[in-house]
Each structure stands twice: as C-alpha cells, then as structure tokens.
C-alpha cells in the first residue's frame, strides 16, 4: 500500500528489480540515476540508501552530494535511513589481505551452483575496502566459469558520519547499532 519509488545506476539491477516486483505483484517507480545527483519527482517520508551503498561514494563530495540530495527529496517529518557497517571497528590490525567463502548456491535460473569467494584487501589510513568478488559457476556440462568484480568501498567512523549529515543540514535523530534497532555501542 507504499508508494515506492527505486533508484539505482545499474540498469541490470533495475531490470532484476522489474522483474522481482512484477513476479511478487507489486508496483514500484523504478529510476536510473547516480545517487549523488538525485532528481526525482515527489518528497518521501523515508529514504532508505541501504547494504552499504553510501561507502560506494568514495569521494566527500559525492558523499555531501548524496546527503544534500536526499534531504532536497524529504518531506517536512521525511527521515534518512543509513544502513552502514561501524568503521569504528576498523583499523590497521587488520590483515592485509583475506579471502572469504562468503556462499555456495544453487543459481536461481539454472539450479547449478554458485560459489561466492570475496578477496578485501583493507586501506586503513584510506578507510577503503578494495574487493574482488568471485563467482564460480557451473555450466551445463560442468566445467567451471568464474567471474570477476572489482569495487571500492568507503567505510565511516559514527562521529564522521553525524559530522557529514549534520553539515549536509540533516538532524541526526538516533544511531542503532543493528537491525534489531539496539543502542550503538562498541560490538555494533
């Protein structure tokens, strides 16, 4: 009963999101931008820049951007809802490199499976995650593919982010530290 409106740069990922809404039978306004220059129609009571898409915007001017932007699209009461990992748990004793087994599934479409290995290397004095995600799959005969993705990724300290917000002209409210809505707090 929302009224919904979707914003992405990838068209692949609006195209699975299409797809996705169309198989549940719901209707959303799906819209390909950058979030740094948002411009659609209407003000929202909620914006939601979810699964650590913010520490995509590498660089402070897009992240002043993006913060602007969603504050121009809120309503009067409108909130911003930031889900971010806490960088306050990073640092330089971090090892310089790890690989991850992060899945192993079946692929919705085919039924072979999909592993997920995620190689972070971590940049501490830069507070960036350089990724390489790899999939391995399976085709029809069994031999192996495997694909690679590369990405960037900004992590925040909490006091940085309120400082962020707060200069874009958003009012930080409350700061959580889970999806259970508990206090923020060292273990976040």
Do not use: C
Not at 57 to 65: F, G, Y
Not at 97 to 112: A, N, Q, S, Y
């Amino acid at each position: 009963g929302f009224e919904v409106t979707g914003v992405d740069s990838s068209a692949p990922m609006l195209d699975r999101a299409r797809a996705r809404l169309a198989t549940d039978g719901l209707d959303a306004t799906l819209v390909q931008q950058r979030l740094e220059a948002l411009h659609v129609d209407g003000r929202f009571r909620m914006i939601l820049v979810g699964l650590d898409s913010f520490g995509l915007l590498i660089r402070r001017d897009d992240q002043l951007a993006t913060l602007r932007a969603t504050k121009e699209h809120a309503s009067h009461d409108g909130r911003l809802i930031l889900d971010l990992a806490n960088g306050n748990m990073r640092g330089s004793s971090e090892p310089p490199e790890e690989l991850i087994h992060d899945l192993t599934m079946p692929d919705p479409e085919t039924g072979r499976p999909i592993t997920k290995f995620v190689l972070r290397r971590p940049k501490p004095s830069e507070q960036i995650d350089e990724l390489m995600f790899f999939y391995d799959e399976q085709d029809e005969r069994g031999y192996l593919r495997r694909s690679m993705i590369e990405l960037r990724l900004r992590w925040f300290t909490r006091f940085e982010l309120e400082l962020l917000l707060q200069t874009a002209g958003w009012q930080v409210d409350e700061v959580y530290g889970n999806y259970d809505l508990d206090a923020f707090g060292p273990d976040s």
